[in-house]
C-alpha cells in the first residue's frame, strides 16, 4: 500500500468524524434505537402493524376469533392447553382430514382449526 494513499484515507476518515451533522446524526440514531426498544418493552401493542391494532377491539378472543375465522369456544380451548396436548390436537386433526371423507366445507373449517392451533403452539413455545 503506498503510504501517501493511507494518509489520505485517514484525513477523510477523522473528516467525516469531525463533522459535526454526522456526530449529531449519529447521536440522533442511537437516541431513538433506545427510546424505540423502551416503548416496546411498555407496550406490547407498540410493535404491531396497524393492521393487527385496527381489528382489535380490547377483547382479545374475539380479536383471534376474527383473525382465524374459528369459534370462540375453540379459543379458549386452545389457550388453556399445554404444548404437548396441542401438539396431539394438531396431529390428530390432520390425520383425521387425510383418514376421513368430508365435504370441502368441513375440510376448510379444520383447515383453519389447525392454522389457529399452529399459531397458538408458536406462541407457547
Known amino acids: 500500500m503506498n503510504p501517501s494513499n493511507s494518509s489520505s484515507m ?3 476518515g477523522e473528516n467525516i ?3 459535526p451533522y454526522i456526530l449529531i446524526g449519529g447521536a ?6 433506545f427510546r424505540r426498544k423502551n416503548i416496546i418493552k411498555k ?7 396497524i393492521n393487527e391494532l385496527s381489528s382489535f377491539d380490547g377483547n382479545e ?7 382465524f375465522n374459528v369459534p370462540p369456544k ?5 389457550q388453556k392447553m399445554n404444548v404437548k396436548e396441542l401438539a396431539t390436537a394438531i396431529l390428530d386433526n390432520q390425520k383425521m382430514i387425510n383418514k ?17 392451533m399452529e399459531y397458538e403452539l408458536e406462541k407457547k413455545m
Open 43 to 49: 407496550n406490547a401493542n407498540a410493535s404491531k402493524s
Open 17 to 19: 468524524f469531525s463533522n
Open 74 to 78: 375453540l379459543v379458549k380451548d386452545v
Open 100 to 116: 376421513s371423507k368430508m365435504s370441502n366445507d368441513e375440510r376448510n373449517t379444520i383447515l383453519k382449526m389447525i392454522a389457529y
Open 28 to 33: 440522533l440514531l442511537i437516541f431513538w434505537f
Open 10 to 12: 485517514q484525513e477523510s
Open 61 to 67: 378472543i374475539n380479536y383471534l376469533c376474527k383473525k
